[in-house]
C-alpha cells in the first residue's frame, strides 16, 4: 500500500508544471529600467534644488522676486519639452526598439545635465535643461514598455513597480547629492547628473531588444511615424488614449501645487516662526521623507494592483491623495506638522504614480505601446508646464501658498471618477 502510494506520488510530482524561474534577461531588463528612471528622476529634481543659488549667480541678484521669475521659465520650458520628448521619443522606441531608445534617452539627459553645470547664463542654463528635458521625457516610455514585454503576466505589475520604485530613489539620490555638494555650489550638484550616462553602457552591451517587439517588428511593414502615432486615435484605442491621458493628467495636475509650493511655504512657515534653520535643508528633508512615504506606496502596490485590480487601486490612491492634502494644506500651521504629514502625503501623492505605471502599457498592444504610453504620461506632464509660469496668478487668486495647493488637489476627483470609464486589465494578457 505505502509502496503505491510513494509511486502516485512520484508521478503526480512528474506532472505538475516545472517551477517558474525568471531569466538573466529579464533580471537586465529590469535593472537597467530601474537605474534608467532612478537617474531619470535624479536629474529631473536636481535643478528645483539648486534653482535659487544657480539662477540667482546667473543673474548677480538676490532679488528673489526675479529669481522666482526666471526660475520658473526654465522649470516650464522644462517640463514642456518632458512631454514632447516622451511623445517623440515613445514613437521611436515603436519603430527603432526598446533598449536602443533607452539608451539614447538616458545619455541625452545625463550629457545636458552635466552641461547645466557649466552654464554662465541664465539662457544657456535655459536651453541645458530644456535639452535634458527631452530625454528624461523619452525614457519613461521606453523603459516602462522594456519591462511590461519581457516580464510574464503573473509577474508583469510586481515587476512594474519596482521600475517605478525607481522614481523615489531618484529623488533621495537628488536630494543627498543637494546635502552633500549643495556647500561646494550648485555647478558640483549639477556635475553629478553626468553618471546616469554609464548606463548605457550596461542597456547597448547587455540587453537585447525583447521578443515580443522583435517578433511583431517582423510580422508586421514598419509604419510612417505620424501612421504610427495616430494609430492611438484609431477607433479601437481612443478612448483608452482620452482615459489614459485623463487619469494620468490628474494624478501629476493634483499633486503639482503641493510640490510646487512646498518650498516656498516652508520658507514663509520659517520666516514667520523665526525658525533660522537652513531652509534648503529642511525642504531636503521634506522630500525625502515624501519619498519614503513612496516607496512604502509602491511596496503596497505590489500588492493591491493583483488583489483589487487596477482601477480601483487608482481609485483608492485618489481618495488617499485627495484627503492627506487637503488635511496638510487647510490644517497645518507649522514646519514640524508638514514634516510629520510628508510620508503620508507620499505614499498617496506620489506613490499613486505606481498605478499608471502598470495600467498604461497595458491598454495599448505592443505596436504601438511606447508611442501610446509616452503619450498618456507625457501630455500629462507637458500640461504641467504651465504651473510654474502661472503659480503666481494662482497663489494671487486663493491667497495663500497652502489655499492654493487645496484647490489645486480637487483635481483628483476628476481622477477617480475618469478611472471607471477605462477597461480594467488586470489578467488580460498583453496584446500585439
Given at each position: 500500500m505505502g509502496k503505491s502510494q510513494d509511486i502516485s506520488a512520484l508521478?503526480?510530482?512528474?506532472?505538475?508544471?516545472?517551477?517558474?524561474?525568471?531569466?538573466?534577461?529579464?533580471?537586465?531588463?529590469?535593472?537597467?529600467?530601474?537605474?534608467?528612471?532612478?537617474?531619470?528622476?535624479?536629474?529631473?529634481?536636481?535643478?528645483?534644488?539648486?534653482?535659487?543659488?544657480?539662477?540667482?549667480?546667473?543673474?548677480?541678484?538676490?532679488?528673489?522676486?526675479?529669481?522666482?521669475?526666471?526660475?520658473?521659465?526654465?522649470?516650464?520650458?522644462?517640463?514642456l519639452t518632458w512631454g514632447v520628448g516622451g511623445?517623440?521619443?515613445?514613437?521611436?522606441?515603436?519603430?527603432?526598439?526598446?533598449?536602443?531608445?533607452?539608451?539614447?534617452?538616458?545619455?541625452?539627459?545625463?550629457?545636458?545635465?552635466?552641461?547645466?553645470?557649466?552654464?554662465?547664463?541664465?539662457?544657456?542654463?535655459?536651453?541645458?535643461?530644456?535639452?535634458?528635458?527631452?530625454?528624461?521625457?523619452?525614457?519613461?516610455?521606453?523603459?516602462?514598455?522594456?519591462?511590461?514585454?519581457?516580464?510574464?503576466?503573473?509577474?508583469?505589475?510586481?515587476?512594474?513597480?519596482?521600475?517605478?520604485?525607481?522614481?523615489?530613489?531618484?529623488?533621495?539620490?537628488?536630494?543627498?547629492?543637494?546635502?552633500?555638494?549643495?556647500?561646494?555650489?550648485?555647478?558640483?550638484?549639477?556635475?553629478?547628473?553626468?553618471?546616469?550616462?554609464?548606463?548605457?553602457i550596461l542597456v547597448r552591451r547587455f540587453v537585447p531588444e525583447p521578443q515580443r517587439w522583435v517578433k511583431v517588428r517582423d510580422s508586421v511593414d514598419a509604419a510612417p511615424a505620424m501612421q504610427t502615432f495616430a494609430a492611438i486615435f484609431a477607433p479601437a484605442l481612443r478612448r483608452k488614449t482620452i482615459v489614459g491621458v485623463v487619469v494620468a493628467s490628474a494624478a501629476m495636475l493634483g499633486c503639482w501645487g503641493g510640490l510646487t509650493f512646498l518650498p516656498s511655504w516652508i520658507h514663509q512657515l520659517s520666516v514667520a516662526a523665526a525658525d533660522h534653520r537652513d531652509v534648503g535643508s529642511t525642504v531636503s528633508y521634506a522630500f525625502i521623507l515624501m519619498m519614503i512615504g513612496a516607496t512604502l506606496g509602491y511596496l503596497t502596490l505590489i500588492w493591491m494592483l493583483d488583489a483589487l485590480g487596477r482601477r480601483m487601486s487608482y481609485f483608492i490612491f485618489s481618495v488617499g491623495s485627495l484627503a492627506v492634502s487637503l488635511v496638510l494644506f487647510m490644517?497645518?500651521?507649522?514646519?514640524?506638522?508638514?514634516?510629520?504629514l510628508m510620508p503620508v502625503y507620499g505614499y498617496f501623492v506620489i506613490g499613486a504614480f505606481g498605478t499608471f505605471a502598470s495600467y498604461l502599457?497595458?491598454?495599448?498592444?505592443?505596436?504601438?505601446?511606447?508611442?501610446?504610453?509616452?503619450?498618456?504620461?507625457?501630455?500629462?506632464?507637458?500640461?504641467?508646464?504651465?504651473?510654474?509660469?502661472?503659480?503666481?496668478?494662482?497663489?494671487?487668486?486663493?491667497?495663500?501658498?497652502?489655499?492654493?495647493?487645496?484647490?489645486?488637489?480637487?483635481?483628483?476627483?476628476?481622477?477617480?471618477?475618469s478611472i471607471w470609464l477605462g477597461p480594467e486589465t488586470k489578467g488580460v494578457p498583453l496584446d500585439d
Open positions: 508521478a503526480a510530482a512528474s506532472a505538475a508544471p516545472p517551477a517558474f524561474r525568471l531569466s538573466r534577461y529579464q533580471w537586465l531588463t529590469l535593472i537597467s529600467a530601474f537605474l534608467g528612471w532612478m537617474f531619470d528622476s535624479m536629474d529631473l529634481n536636481l535643478f528645483t534644488l539648486v534653482l535659487v543659488p544657480s539662477v540667482g549667480q546667473l543673474l548677480h541678484s538676490t532679488d528673489a522676486t526675479e529669481i522666482s521669475k526666471i526660475g520658473s521659465f526654465i522649470i516650464a520650458g522644462k517640463l511623445v517623440l521619443f515613445g514613437v521611436a522606441a515603436d519603430r527603432l526598439g526598446r533598449s536602443r531608445v533607452m539608451a539614447w534617452t538616458i545619455f541625452i539627459y545625463a550629457v545636458f545635465t552635466l552641461l547645466s553645470a557649466f552654464a554662465h547664463t541664465w539662457t544657456q542654463l535655459a536651453v541645458a535643461q530644456a535639452m535634458a528635458g527631452f530625454g528624461i521625457g523619452g525614457e519613461w516610455a521606453a523603459g516602462a514598455a522594456l519591462v511590461a514585454e519581457s516580464w510574464p503576466e503573473r509577474h508583469r505589475a510586481r515587476a512594474m513597480q519596482i521600475m517605478q520604485m525607481a522614481f523615489a530613489f531618484g529623488f533621495l539620490a537628488a536630494a543627498l547629492d543637494n546635502l552633500l555638494l549643495g556647500g561646494f555650489g550648485w555647478r558640483w550638484v549639477l556635475g553629478v547628473g553626468a553618471a546616469p550616462a554609464l548606463v548605457t490644517t497645518v500651521h507649522d514646519i514640524r506638522g508638514v514634516l510629520w502599457p497595458e491598454l495599448f498592444p505592443t505596436r504601438v505601446r511606447a508611442t501610446g504610453q509616452g503619450f498618456c504620461w507625457n501630455m500629462a506632464r507637458a500640461l504641467t508646464s504651465i504651473g510654474p509660469i502661472a503659480g503666481n496668478l494662482v497663489v494671487a487668486k486663493f491667497g495663500s501658498f497652502p489655499a492654493a495647493s487645496a484647490a489645486v488637489s480637487l483635481l483628483f476627483i476628476v481622477g477617480m471618477v
